[in-house]
């Protein structure tokens, strides 16, 4: 539930269209709703702008499922991350959405969108990765465009798409390998970068650590940098910075 759902329920009680009893049982759950299991944190929306997000990766299916319906009863939408179709199929709401290249699945979010978050990856390879972050910003409200495949290996591509670099108010850029995109772009840009390095290369990229270190220590200042495949909190952060 956010400010906005609280608003509108309070109104209506002053309007007397809901009863008091009715108000009270649908807020009784903030800030948090003990499932034994799960502490499900329905009043994060509120305090930080972005609602809890339900992790699927370790918990059970029946788990993940609970969860997203204790938030889906009180919000009538949720956002799950590191999902298989096998938790889509499980959930059986109507409207959930799967993402099978991000691996998200996505009932409701944010309506209306606004401004402008671009997210590149360096290779095709980082799409997964990528998608996360697009779907995580334009679930909570951002309009997002994505190019993909623009890696330094052929910057000719890159180049090619500099219209969108200037549309953009906040990049993401996700690359693997030796992770030299974040550099490149920010080196063409005055727009906020977010660098995100994935697990995408061979042996010495050591599971997206080499990424990680050459982004960390990229010469462009004010870079942010996420961790290894963390799509989702870049698109967390890109949107914060949008919607400013």
């Known amino acids: 539930m956010d400010s906005e759902k609280i608003r509108q329920l309070l109104e209506s009680v002053r309007e007397g269209k809901t009863t008091l009893e009715d108000a009270l049982s649908r807020l009784k759950h903030l800030p948090y709703e003990d499932m034994h299991f799960a502490k499900v944190d329905h009043h994060r929306h509120i305090r930080q702008g972005i609602p809890e997000v339900v992790y699927a ?3 059970t299916i029946e788990q993940v499922v609970a969860i997203s319906n204790a938030m889906y009863k009180r919000s009538g939408s949720f956002l799950i991350t590191k999902a298989g179709k096998e938790i889509y199929d499980a959930l059986g709401i109507k409207g959930a959405v799967f993402h099978a290249s ?37 679930f909570l409200g951002s309009k997002v465009s994505t190019v993909y495949d623009v890696g330094v290996a052929g910057l000719h591509r890159l180049l090619d798409n500099s219209g969108h670099m200037r549309r953009a108010r906040v990049i993401v850029v996700v690359a693997g390998m030796e992770g030299a995109l974040p550099s490149v772009v920010g080196g063409l840009t005055d727009k906020p970068i977010i660098a995100v390095p994935t697990s995408t290369g061979y042996g010495t990229s050591l599971g997206g650590l080499t990424a990680l270190f050459a982004m960390l220590n990229s010469c462009v200042p004010g870079i942010a940098v996420m961790n290894i495949d963390n799509g989702f909190g870049a698109g967390c952060l890109a949107h914060k910075i949008n919607s400013r």
């Open 102 to 138: 991000a691996g998200v699945i996505s009932v409701g979010g944010t309506k209306k969108k606004s401004g402008n978050v671009l997210v590149l990856t360096a290779g095709t390879s980082d799409m997964p990765v990528a998608e996360e972050a697009a779907v995580t910003a334009s």
């Open 57 to 59: 990766s370790g918990k």
